[in-house]
């Protein structure tokens, strides 16, 4: 059983910037792959970010590409989503998600096994 609770969304201002935190329980978080995802409403969820569980390689949406950075720190349990350049089309709920199956970093919401509550993320103009 894996569990995920994210932090660190709130309302911000255009050009802003956020740091997401997603906090899992399980003794080998280390090898899971972790992702994040976010949903606006009426859309689908589409992928932010994604880590192997050693955290040497990572994968990102072009939408946030050199804006977004993912990280973990596996002696803490978590996985961190760096936002900067925040622009409106960026407000979604954004969930941290993780998988029990692969070692690869997928972009596809089927590769993931766990999902986290989400936490609201809202950019003003």
């Known amino acids: 059983q894996v569990q995920l609770v994210e932090s660190g969304g709130g309302l911000v201002q255009a050009g802003d910037s956020l740091r997401l935190s997603c906090a899992a329980s399980?003794?080998?978080?280390?090898?899971?792959?972790m992702g994040w995802f976010r949903q606006a409403p009426g859309k689908e969820r589409e992928f932010v970010a994604a880590?192997?569980?050693?955290?040497?390689?990572?994968s990102y949406g072009s939408s946030v590409r050199g804006r977004f950075t993912i990280s973990r720190d596996n002696a803490k349990n978590t996985v961190y989503l760096q936002m900067n350049s925040l622009e409106p089309e960026d407000t979604a709920v954004y969930y941290c998600?993780?998988?029990?199956?692969?070692?690869?970093?997928?972009?596809?919401?089927?590769?993931?096994?766990?999902w986290g509550q989400g936490t609201q993320v809202t950019v003003s103009s």
């Open positions: 998600a993780a998988s029990i199956r692969f070692t690869m970093v997928a972009a596809d919401t089927n590769e993931y096994d766990y």
């Open positions: 399980g003794r080998t978080f280390s090898s899971y792959p």
């Open positions: 880590i192997r569980g050693n955290g040497r390689i990572t």
